[in-house]
């Protein structure tokens, strides 16, 4: 059974036992309620002990089953009798008290957690409300202004800020100890939440907290439903307002949005070493890291963040001060602000060597190389690399591009090269491209997997091809764009556009952040074999040409005159009029919604074109490369989620549409065809389990 129930002389024992993190399920809901009918058969126990495992007290109710209806006992029906039961409950939380299991831990009369907990009502995330209670007890014990922040947020708190919150009522090394031994008049003194007066009402607060979601979470649902149902806590008593509460609990775990969030939550953990590789990792407790740029120095930086050993090595004295300066300010940064503390800082410096000399790095037992995108130069640094390093050190390339296969093909044994693709900022995207060249051993794949999951990044892993999975298909997202632009768009309304899906910024605005130069350098190494047949829009070379490199430059697609934000740049309008004439294109206006139809199939055309090669090995793994790497909404799940909310027939009649208009760019995958005719989902068809 998920819950254990003893007595120790008046005191009563209930323990949530379901490893790993005490899901709260059916089991153990009906174990709770067994427990409070055990408590109420007791004579002469004085308190309740409730309590969980140390890793979590309850990380909430489990996600698992919402997929489907509800089953009694329902959550807040047992939370409910928990808190009317005559023996008073005592939590006593360690780990994490999360969503129903911070809502289990409000049915207690009183609450002590282990410093270093975390309890909060992340159930937002997820796209849903609580729907247990919490949104009516938790403002009638802290208040309304700093229960809407919790929730509608669904950001946890620490022990100490729960205590000053009055979310807790005491923190102790041994909570259980504690409260086996509290004072029982302590006890009973504490009320049932339950029964706490109302919140006070607080317009403020909740204007402040619907601008904050607004702005913070626009186009999501439960947000703003949360802040509903807190409100409503001021005006409606317990019952009613958790009725409120479970009816949009119970509708929005349906709903689409909650679905894809629980889709990513998901599919994030289940990112992990592929279930056929079963050789042991190198170990990486000292990491070589070639190239102290800006990639470069990001790597190093999550490595010390990780707590491993780094020699950055750079080309001479210059360059390895300019790598030093490159690190300090990543250090710099995280000092301000306040994701370190000085001790953390000089412990990172400590473990940080900069040189030229390859020597210093001869007990290394991984390299990243993060050297300039030129195959010459890499492959001097894997002979570099080979030279100094151990037989065994796995050696990887975080190349964007580059063939993989041909930088193992320098070494004596091309076995012990994988490609750890980082995302810039390298110390803050989770994403990590994990790319199997044809000689890649199981070890150094393992290592890789072993490295994204010390580094707490969501590994993917890619067979070789130009831009692995997500650089191939940001292409072709970056291509059809500058088709719509030649056509009769502009960057405004194609990043509008986009912004209106869910991104944070469109194509034009990510470019001008990332450098226009970088995109140019990637089609001057195509040039030779790009297909002559295939259309080629000259705008973004004429960009190039003009100096317009983007916001280092002070202009790209846009201007930003005085670094304030963009404006746009009539010379961009002219280019694309001018372009246009030359390809004897009469343009046209396009519609908001007839960009993101073209964006979006170009890129999931594009998608489905990977997973037939096997360069990626499932739907989830697009999902996870697009949410964590290139910005595609979590809350759509992914760009092969969105796709099957779409559906491959209506894909299939999109693309056959445009296919019309240039067969070459749109030709729908054979694999949209099947899954169109057999009614398959793309998730089913590429599930990955091979
Ligand atoms: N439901 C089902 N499985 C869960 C789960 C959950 N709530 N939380 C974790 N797991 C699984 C996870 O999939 C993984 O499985 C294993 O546990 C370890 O998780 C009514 C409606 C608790 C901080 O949003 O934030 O309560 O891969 O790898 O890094 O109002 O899990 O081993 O098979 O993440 O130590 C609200 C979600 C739910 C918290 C632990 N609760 N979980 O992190 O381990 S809705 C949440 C987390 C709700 C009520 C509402 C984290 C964690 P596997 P892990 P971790």
């Excluded at 409730?50 to 996600?63: I, T, V």
């Excluded at 796209?127 to 700093?146: E, F, H, M, N, S």
């Excluded at 995280?334 to 001790?343: A, E, P, T, V």
């Excluded at 304030?564 to 010379?571: Q, Y």
Aim: a negative charge; proline letters at 5%; one cysteine or more.
């Amino acid at each position: 059974m998920s819950v254990d129930v003893w007595r120790e002389g008046a005191v009563g024992f209930v323990k949530l036992n379901n490893p790993p993190v005490n899901a709260i399920g059916l089991d153990t809901r009906k174990g709770l309620i067994d427990a409070v009918e055990w408590a109420e058969a007791q004579d002469g126990l004085s308190r309740i002990v409730l309590h969980g495992l140390d890793r979590a007290f309850a990380a909430g109710a489990d996600a698992r089953e919402f997929d489907a209806p509800p089953v009694a006992p329902h959550l807040p029906d047992v939370l409910n009798r928990i808190e009317a039961c005559d023996v008073p409950w005592v939590a006593a939380i360690t780990g994490v008290a999360l969503g129903g299991g911070c809502e289990l831990a409000l049915t207690c009369r009183y609450r002590i957690a282990k410093p270093g907990v975390q309890i909060g009502l992340p159930e937002v995330t997820l796209g849903v409300v609580p729907g247990a209670g919490g949104t009516q007890r938790l403002p009638r014990l802290i208040g309304l202004k700093a229960a809407l922040d919790l929730i509608s947020t669904g950001k946890p708190v620490s022990a100490e800020r729960a205590e000053e919150l009055g979310l807790i009522d005491g923190r102790a090394d041994d909570p259980v100890e504690t409260a086996h031994h509290l004072d029982l008049g302590t006890i009973e003194l504490s009320p049932r939440v339950g029964n706490l007066e109302r919140p006070k009402p607080n317009e403020t607060a909740v204007e402040q907290a619907r601008t904050l979601v607004r702005s913070k979470s626009t186009n999501q649902i439960a947000p703003a439903r949360a802040i509903d149902l807190v409100t409503l806590s001021t005006t409606t008593d317990l019952p009613d307002g958790m009725a409120q509460e479970r009816a949009a609990f119970v509708e929005l775990r349906q709903g689409e949005q909650a679905r894809a969030l629980r889709h990513i939550f998901f599919a994030e953990r289940g990112a992990r070493v592929p279930r056929s590789l079963t050789a042991d990792p190198g170990a990486f407790d000292h990491v070589a890291v070639v190239g102290g740029g800006t990639m470069g120095a990001g790597i190093a930086y999550a490595f010390l963040n990780a707590g491993l050993r780094v020699t950055l090595l750079e080309t001479d004295a210059e360059a390895t001060a300019r790598a030093q300066d490159n690190v300090e300010r990543i250090i710099a940064a995280s000092l301000k602000r306040g994701l370190i503390s000085d001790g953390g800082a000089t412990d990172r410096r400590q473990r940080l060597d900069v040189s030229f000399d390859y020597a210093s790095a001869s007990d290394a037992t991984l390299a990243v190389e993060a050297a300039f995108e030129s195959m010459d130069v890499k492959k001097s640094v894997f002979t570099a690399l080979q030279k100094h390093l151990p037989k065994n050190a796995v050696l990887a390339t975080n190349t964007s591009y580059l063939d993989v296969n041909e930088i193992a093909a320098t070494l004596d044994d091309p076995s012990r090269v994988v490609g750890l693709h980082f995302f810039a900022p390298a110390h803050i995207m989770k994403l990590l491209e994990i790319v199997q060249g044809e000689r890649t051993s199981d070890r150094a794949l393992a290592t890789g997997f072993a490295l994204a999951k010390h580094l707490k990044k969501v590994p993917v892993l890619s067979g070789v091809c130009d831009g692995f999975i997500g650089n191939r298909i940001l292409a072709h997202y970056r291509e059809v764009a500058d088709t719509v632009l030649l056509e009769g768009s502009t960057p405004w309304e194609i990043d509008e556009a986009m912004v209106e899906f869910g991104y944070a910024m469109g194509p034009y605005e990510t470019q001008d952040l990332s450098g226009l130069d970088i995109a140019h350098a990637n089609r001057r190494r195509l040039d030779a074999t790009r297909d002559p047949n295939r259309r080629y829009i000259k705008i973004a070379d004429r960009m190039v040409e003009l100096g317009k490199l983007g916001k280092k430059t002070g202009a790209g697609w846009y201007r930003y005159p005085g670094g304030a934000g963009k404006v746009e740049d009539p010379i961009v309008a002219d280019l694309a009029i001018e372009e246009a004439h030359f390809a004897k294109i009469t343009r046209r206006e396009y519609s908001p919604s007839e960009i993101r139809e073209r964006l979006m199939c170009a890129m999931i055309n594009e998608a489905v074109g990977i997973l037939e090669e096997g360069i990626a090995a499932s739907a989830s793994d697009i999902d996870l490369v697009t949410v964590f790497g290139y910005g595609f909404p979590r809350w759509r799940g992914g760009l092969m989620h969105y796709a099957d909310q779409i559906g491959a027939k209506n894909i299939l009649a999109t693309l056959e549409k445009l296919a019309k208009e240039d067969a070459l760019v749109w030709s729908p995958r054979q694999a949209i065809r099947d899954c169109a005719q057999t009614g398959t989902s793309f998730a089913q068809h590429f599930s990955g389990k091979k």
